[in-house]
């Protein structure tokens, strides 16, 4: 999914323009949402946007704006049914959980227990490795046969094989690259160890399970009540998105449902144990490790991190024509799903940090500290894995500041010091220096979505 500005700068500008927080009255934070939400609908880069922010045992606001059918020109209700792209994970993650609570597997497992047949080629993979996205299979979404051929049905095994037949991207455990292979395979797992299809059990032990009534497995020829329309943006207006055919993002991405559902959902994973039990939850909040012992900020099936010096617990969705962000603040007990039925020029991730400000104000800034060290020796040129493609990174010195540009970056973005060897750039970039022999030999690139070693080539 691409990085989008333009919700974002409209939330930065809204923000700060109340009282602060804990001064604003809920009508104050209401009429900041609905600025932020219209903003881009007036601006014509998204057909509609569906908003549930909940704090506390407040709702604060479930509501939909713009257009769930442009051409019918239908209003987006406060019920309005998404397909929530990524967002699928957290359910698959959690169908995994309960089944390992059951005793019908286990997180360290290898996955040829149960997929005898996949290609592992002697590489060890167990099941943990492929919920945090460090197994290194190839991802079905990086193949190009696969992307141009999304709009027609495929069978589990013919995907399988597509993806399996191209090897490994990395040995498992030792980068991390945002991986929907593996959780086509978690989904598998899921199948074949519980007996059912994984809509059906999703659908027997998540959604009947919390009451989700507004929540599926996305179909494309079923009628779904108050199923939104998806469009894209073509620079000039509005476009019609192609539908893909869902046996393609299957268990990691095919779930659709309703903001108000989101948040049943996000309250009875995080604060109850009615979905997995508290043990199982802290490990699905629990970030990965490398086999080095780096700990990344991807867990299983969610990224576990902070944001403006707050924690937070989140995980974004992106398929063709929709975009998702579900969002829960621990130490606030704050809530945020934002769903747009546009893919496009405005960030649902983005948005969500919006409302957050919002609700809880501006929080706190990237605080730096001095480099003692010489900052032209960590200038060069680096490479090493990549999504979808190698990564290629640039570190140059300009004005005695340290900036990092990759290959398809325009202009190098500045890095702030923060301490143990490690740069941070904007949102939440991560740049690790690794020495040999006191000479810089490696960057170690956290995107959050990437964990990639890249070493010097020049």
Known sequence: MRSFGALFVAGVLLAPAVLPAQ????????????????????????????????????????????????ELEVPTPANAVYEIGSVTKQF??????????????????????????????????????ILDHTSGIRSYTEIAEARGAMKNPISKDSL????????????????????????FLAGL???????????????????????????????????????????????????????????????????CSTAGDLIT?????????????????????????????????????????EEDGRRMISHGGGISGFVSETRYYPDEDLYVVVLINTGGPVSAPDGAKGIAQIVLGPGKGLKG???AGDLNQIAGKYRGVGRGSPMELTLAVDSGVLKARQVNQTAGRALTYIGNDTFQGPGSDRYSIIRDGGKVAAIRV????????TRRVE
């Not at 059990?201 to 998806?230: P, T, W």
């Not at 956290?446 to 070693?453: E, G, Q, Y």
């Open 369 to 371: 500290q001095p480099f």
């Open 23 to 70: 001064t604003r009255s809920r009508a104050d934070m209401v009429r900041a949402i609905d600025s932020l939400a219209l903003a881009p609908i007036q601006r014509g880069q998204i057909a509609g946007i569906s908003v549930a922010v909940v704090k506390g045992r407040d709702t604060i606001l479930i509501k939909g704006y713009g257009s769930a059918d442009v």
């Open 446 to 453: 956290d995107l959050v979505s990437v964990v990639s070693m």
């Open 92 to 129: 698959t993650t959690a169908a995994l959980l309960q089944l390992v609570e059951q005793g019908k597997l286990a997180l360290d497992d290898d996955i040829t227990k149960y997929l005898p047949n996949y290609p592992s080629r002697g590489n060890a993979i167990s099941i943990r490795r």
């Open 265 to 305: 959902w996000l309250r009875a994973l995080h604060t109850t144990d009615k979905v997995i039990s508290r043990s199982s939850y802290q490990e699905m909040i629990t970030p990965g490790t490398l086999n080095d012992g780096y700990r990344v900020r991807y867990a299983k099936g969610i990224v576990a991190g």
């Open 160 to 183: 399988t094989a597509l993806f399996g037949g191209k090897g490994f991207d990395f040995a498992p455990g030792t980068n991390l690259v945002y991986n929907n292979s593996a959780f």
């Open 189 to 255: 797992i899921v199948e074949k160890v519980s007996g059912q299809s994984y809509a059906d059990y999703v659908q027997a032990h998540i959604f009947d399970r919390l009451g989700m009534s507004n929540s599926k497995y996305c179909s494309e020829s079923a009628l779904m009540k108050r199923k939104v329309h998806g469009y894209g943006f073509a620079g000039s207006g509005l476009v019609k998105a192609f539908q893909q055919d869902h046996s393609w993002p299957y268990a990691a991405g095919s779930l």
